[in-house]
């Protein structure tokens, strides 16, 4: 099942080490690409304790048990679906890629993605009130502008970046997507090319700096002044969760459900580090971009 979520603060997943660059804390990236991502590992871990926490307080299965058996009886659950060191989990959570990414403009905010990006996580069929919007045949080294909320510039200020807008085709056989209805408070998108979004992702992340203070003293330490990045807040990611049928011991729809239910926990708790400074909260967003065919094939073979 793919699902988009949105980034309500910074998020940090640190990549670990350090490495040359303007920041000493890193995040993870794509290797091939060097788009910042948000791992599967992660999504499934911070999920995982979220999903034990709401089996504890929240279902019919465990809540009304003691405070021992209420622990025992989510663990045993959460075990059941994410495996633990005896036996593989039914559950799989795919990396969260970023889909449309906020970059300031004079124009205010714009939000840039990629053709390839857009065919691959908004092209199937999706709700009735979704947006239907055209999308370009190609971009090289200018952009499109594929939704905006005034009169469109003939140039556009990508951070550093000025690139020439071009005109969409006015094309009735032009390609299509569909944009989900939560995301319509998305006013201005702009279609780049693979090659320059990578670089305008990693241009316009956030970048913070911290001193570690003494505890003894109370006071900033003596060099111990670091910088790290995060993936800015506004960010559209999209990731995908499967269910393997040859494992599972109750129903897939039950089972989602189970997991939709935790994951209003990412809204409050969050996900990755930096989390007393302000960072990780993340929205889930449903899709049911590619939902209908996962409900009649089954899920995960």
């Known amino acids: 099942m793919k699902y988009f ?20 804390n890193t995040i993870v990236r794509e290797p091939a690409t060097d788009v910042p991502k948000i791992p599967g590992t992660s999504l499934a871990g911070a999920v995982r304790e979220y999903t034990t926490i709401w089996l504890k307080e929240k279902s019919d299965e465990c809540k009304n048990k003691n405070k021992k058996e209420k622990e025992e009886c989510a663990l045993r659950k959460a075990n059941e679906y994410f495996g633990d060191k005896t036996r593989q ?6 990396d969260a890629q970023i889909i449309l990414f906020p970059v300031t403009s004079i124009n205010g ?4 993605t990629t053709k390839a990006i857009l065919e691959g996580w908004m092209k199937e069929e999706g709700e009735q009130n979704d947006e239907k919007i055209k999308i370009p045949q190609d971009a090289k080294n200018e952009a499109y502008i594929i939704k905006w909320d005034e009169d469109q510039p003939g140039t556009l200020n990508l951070g550093w970046l000025l690139l020439k807008v071009k005109k969409m085709p006015d094309n009735d056989n032009q390609e299509t997507v569909k ?43 003596e060099g111990a002044l670091f910088t790290y990045e995060a993936i800015p807040r506004g960010t559209v990611f999209g990731f995908e969760m499967a269910v393997d049928d040859r494992r599972r011991t109750e129903g897939e729809s039950d089972i989602i459900e189970k997991i939709k239910n935790a994951f209003i926990y990412l809204k409050m708790l969050g996900i990755g580090g930096m989390g007393t400074r302000g960072f990780g909260r993340l929205e889930v967003l449903r899709s049911d ?5 996962d409900e009649e094939g089954g899920g995960a073979k």
């Open 5 to 24: 979520a949105l980034s309500l603060d910074p998020i940090h997943v640190g990549a670990g080490g350090y490495r040359l660059g303007r920041v000493d």
């Open 89 to 94: 989990g039914v559950v799989r959570f795919y």
């Open 109 to 112: 905010t714009v939000w840039i």
């Open 179 to 221: 944009l989900p209805a939560k995301l319509n408070f998305i006013k201005r998108i702009a279609v780049v090319s693979d090659k320059l979004f990578s670089h305008l992702v990693n241009d316009n992340l956030e970048v913070r700096t911290s001193v570690r203070i003494d505890s003894e003293t109370g006071a900033a330490a």
């Open 289 to 293: 971009a590619g939902n209908k065919q």
